[in-house]
């Protein structure tokens, strides 16, 4: 018998306001613990909460670039359960009404374009966080995280295997990084995913008891805890036995999920509107004033990428995985006028530097007009593209002087000479007689073998064009 993966995510977004969702408190991550507390994020009895009204600004950003249906009005809901890390002993989050519904995320996948379906998205806070010292009988909590704005996306089940849910994911990643209103760091908890998996025989239109998994805090970590827990629920079914309905926590170490608890249901948490807060109204002027200073979504500006600049798909794919990195290629190619040239310069050179430093392109000293005037220096043949890639890219990207100063202070200008360059041709090709007898019965692809030793002799400062010429007579003749 055949089976099938059924799939939802709920994605937690933290959003990055200055401050938290009821209260003046700074939202920084790495303070020292309990320092971004006040009374109000830590439950004492008689304050009273008031909303940030940048967070619903955050929410409905999120809502129309998903093109959610926005309720006008919604309502803010105490989720009541006692752990250590929640002060108030409940949670303010929303149940009911909440800021929007419906709605889509599209991923691609192997090239089709797939449309997940959401349920909903609302606003709520974060809980604080536990720390455990294993060589204490005791754990530390840490209240900074307590109150920060997040937003809850949650979809319909709609995603049919872990490699869906990995696309789904790094492509809401995109659009909140996008949108400026998260960071998308699951190292630091800043984007959270939990997910409702079961299986079913293929074909079935019934669900499958399904199995909420928790503690996935990477992309790998996704694909992986639910890959394993597919196998385990089919291998479950195959041998006669039941799913048990329940929240299982991925472990890393050992790559497999365990059970954490039995699966609350939504009525274990006593939901009603929180009395200290009165119902969020927006106005449609505000949404459609959000809605007019949306940026370009990344699926919007893939197909523009694709339509102006005749790139592949795979590069475009890469030049917009960070909006900064394409506003670079863009202001680059308007500088430099040919897309062709500034698309491969950055996909190599730049991203390797960037991959290697783990950076972003606004954190190093890089700018389009180096950029641009590096290719200039290339195309009017002062320097050949190797030395450009290995001697001037480099400093360039070190200190952020102009190329133009580091060819003239290292001297690199390319050599063109006809004259001297023979020499070093007909110096390579007495060093290399067996290579040369090969290429004359026939291996004439040795010639990227001479070019690339006369390469080397002028440390990269030979003019290929040149060379390549040079060396095609010496060897005919
Ligand atoms: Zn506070």
New binding site residues.
């Given amino acids: 018998m055949e089976f099938e993966a059924v799939i939802g995510l709920e994605v937690h977004v933290q959003l990055t306001t200055k401050t938290?969702m009821f209260?003046?408190?700074s939202t920084k991550f790495g303070n020292p613990p309990n320092t971004n507390?006040?009374p109000?994020?830590m439950g004492f009895p008689g304050v009273l909460p008031v909303i940030n009204k940048k967070a619903i600004e955050y929410a409905l950003k999120l809502a129309i670039a998903l093109g959610c249906k926005i309720n006008l009005r919604s309502v803010m809901a105490r989720k009541h359960y006692f752990y250590p890390d929640l002060p108030k002993g409940y949670q303010i989050s929303q149940y009911e009404l909440p800021i929007a519904e419906e709605g889509a995320v599209e991923i691609e996948i192997n090239g089709q374009r797939k449309k997940v379906n959401l349920v909903r998205i609302h606003m709520e806070e974060d809980a604080g966080k536990l720390i455990h010292d294993e060589k204490h009988p005791y754990s530390y909590v840490d209240f900074n995280r307590a109150?920060v704005p997040l937003l809850e996306i949650v979809s319909k089940p709609e995603i049919s295997s872990p490699e869906e849910a990995v696309a789904y994911l790094k492509t809401l990643r995109r659009i909140v990084r996008y949108l400026g209103i998260c960071d998308g760091n699951m190292e630091e908890g800043s984007l959270r995913c939990d997910a409702n998996v079961s299986v079913r025989p293929k074909g079935s239109s019934k669900f499958g008891t399904k199995v909420e998994l928790k503690n996935m805090n990477s992309f790998k970590h996704v694909e992986k805890a639910l890959s394993y827990e597919i196998k385990r629920q089919i291998g479950l079914l195959l041998e006669g036995k039941e799913v048990v309905q329940e929240t299982r926590l991925y472990d890393e170490a050992t790559q497999t999920t365990h059970p954490m608890r039995g699966k609350e249901e939504a009525h274990d948490y006593c939901y009603f509107p929180d009395p200290d807060l009165i119902e969020v109204k927006v106005p449609e002027s505000w949404v459609e004033q959000v809605a007019k200073e949306l940026p370009e979504l990344p699926s919007q500006k893939k197909d523009r990428f694709l339509k102006e600049y005749g790139l592949t798909e795979k590069e475009v794919d890469i030049l917009i995985e960070e909006k900064d990195f394409a506003d670079f290629f863009e202001s680059t190619v308007k500088l430099y006028g040919n897309p062709k040239p500034v698309a491969n310069f950055l996909l190599t050179e730049v991203l390797r530097y960037l991959n290697r430093d783990h950076k972003l392109i606004g954190e190093t000293k890089l700018t389009p007009e180096l950029i641009s005037e590096l290719l200039t220096l290339v195309d009017k043949g002062v320097i050949s593209i190797t030395t450009a890639k290995q001697q001037v890219f480099p400093e360039v990207y070190e200190s952020g002087t102009s190329p133009k100063k580091v060819v003239e202070e290292k001297g690199l200008v390319q050599e063109s000479s006809e004259d001297k360059l023979r020499a070093v041709c007909e110096e390579v090709l007495k060093e290399n007689p067996a290579e040369v007898e090969k290429y004359k019965k026939g291996k004439k692809g040795l010639l990227g073998f001479f070019v690339g030793q006369v390469m080397k002799k002028t440390r990269g400062k030979a003019n290929p064009k040149v060379v390549n010429q040079i060396l095609q007579k010496l060897l005919e003749s």
């Fill in positions: 938290k209260c003046s408190c507390v006040c109000i994020c109150g």
